[in-house]
């Protein structure tokens, strides 16, 4: 391994992409996830993209420090866009709102390809991004990193077409973190028990009916 140090929540994240791949990193800012995957020997080649010319200038310093410029090419573009072109077999969202990785995946024809593996850590609300994977992207992997005092989710997912919809809780907590009781999952799910417990809270001190609630808390209880 090269003595380039990232954090474990991109390190994660790059051990989903594939051998040998050519990966998109969208939203790379610093390009520190392709210049990691390349000093590895673990890539073909990269493309580093941004919507913003700042972390774009900020990549291709990075870029350059290395001597990557024949491995890695950095452009300015929103999400997806044009990314055709450059045939990427393994896509990477990350340190991007769950919502807004949705948006990126939804103006994208290219995502909807058996070929291509998408590899996505939203920052918040990955719950609404697995309802949004259910439109024919199947899990293939599912990491939970705790970093910092912060619990990442990181999804590795393959267009198939149909699938089998999933639970309320697989959709909050994951299907294979729940099966494989991924590395961190006690984490993941004592976080999930104490958000619901303070809505709890909140709708009985307001008078509110609090039966659905406690079922959903009584359900991610028996995960424990
Ligand atoms: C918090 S940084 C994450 C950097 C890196 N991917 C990571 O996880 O450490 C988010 C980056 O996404 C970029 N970004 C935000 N919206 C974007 C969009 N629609 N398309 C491409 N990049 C976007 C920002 O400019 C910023 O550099």
Known sequence: M???KISKRLCTAASLVRDGAVVADIGTDHAYLPIYLALNGKIKSAIASDINEGPIERAKENIHKYSLENMIQARVAPGLEG???FEPTDIVI?????ELIVKILEASQYVR???VRLVLQPMTT???????LQNGFSTIAEKIVFEDNKIYQILCVQYVGDLEPLSE?????GKLNIQNKEENFDKLLYSAIAK?????EGLKLGGYDTSEIE???QELEKLK
């Open 126 to 132: 990955a719950k609404e991004l697995r309802e949004y």
């Open 94 to 98: 990350c340190g991007m709102g769950g």
């Open 83 to 85: 990314i055709e072109k």
């Open 169 to 173: 809780i697989e959709l909050e907590l």
């Open 2 to 4: 090269a003595d380039f």
């Open 215 to 217: 079922k959903e808390i």
């Open 196 to 200: 619901k417990q303070k809505r709890y």
């Open 113 to 115: 390809n058996k070929n």
